[in-house]
């Protein structure tokens, strides 16, 4: 069974970075694309951020260029989304999602706050 | 980028009814690389079909896309109590992924 269980999630303040993580199984994670899609609340889908299978390539939305970054370590089925400077707008559930393109199966997600 | 309109922004319907959402994209989709996702309250969203028209795994023949170019639509063909819920379109042709606002399906 394909799961993706995402942490790290938590209260910060503005200003302030956390480390999400996005433990994998049920798959073989390294011939899989894997993205960050928040939500903020009563919100729609944005796009965060994405990597490719290797790791070689990284894509990230305008609105957190800069501030976050992405990186996976094949080895341990693992994924990670870095953010830092954390603003109010940044409150929202994120997502860690397979991709096909499209995305197929997607985490629980991780709620990030970020309130003084 | 690619923005992509969802209409209406709330569908009004009954258990039994046929429901046709619909997905505007403001430049051609590359490929017809267009997908639909469900998500109700509380949950992550769940793939419905991608590339336009092909249904994902285990979701049930009732929903249906078509489209192409600019224009996509997602079909319910008769509404279950549980496929009420938010629906959303996203395009994954080209950089940067973008999804549409959304269409909530109510009773």
């Known amino acids: 069974e394909v799961q993706l269980v995402e942490s790290g999630g938590t209260l910060v303040q503005p200003g302030g970075s956390l480390h999400l993580t996005c433990s994998a199984s049920?798959?073989?994670?390294?011939?899989?694309?894997v993205v960050w899609v928040r939500q903020a609340p009563g919100r729609g889908l944005e796009y965060v951020s994405g990597i490719t299978n290797s790791g070689g390539n990284t894509y990230y939305a305008d609105s957190v260029k800069g501030r976050f970054t992405i990186s996976r370590d094949n080895s341990k089925s693992t994924a990670y989304l870095q953010v830092a400077s954390l603003r109010a707008e940044d409150t929202a559930i994120y997502y860690c999602?397979?991709?096909?393109?499209?995305?197929?199966?997607w985490g629980q997600g991780t709620l990030v706050t970020v309130s003084s | 980028e690619i923005v992509l309109t969802q209409s209406p922004g709330t569908l009004s319907l009954s258990p039994g009814e046929r429901a046709t959402l619909s997905c505007r994209a403001s430049q051609s989709v590359s490929s017809n690389y267009l997908a639909w996702y469900q998500q109700k309250p509380g949950q992550a969203p769940r793939l419905l079909i991608y590339g336009a028209s092909s249904r994902a795994t285990g979701i049930p023949d009732r929903f249906s896309g078509s489209g192409s170019g600019t224009d996509f639509t997602l079909t319910i063909s008769r509404l279950e109590p549980e496929d009420f819920a938010v629906y959303y379109c996203?395009?994954?042709?080209?950089?940067?992924?973008?999804f549409g606002g959304g269409t909530k399906v109510e009773v």
């Open positions: 996203q395009q994954y042709g080209g950089l940067p992924r973008t």
């Open positions: 999602v397979r991709s096909s393109g499209y995305y197929d199966f």
């Open positions: 049920g798959f073989i994670f390294s011939t899989y694309n």
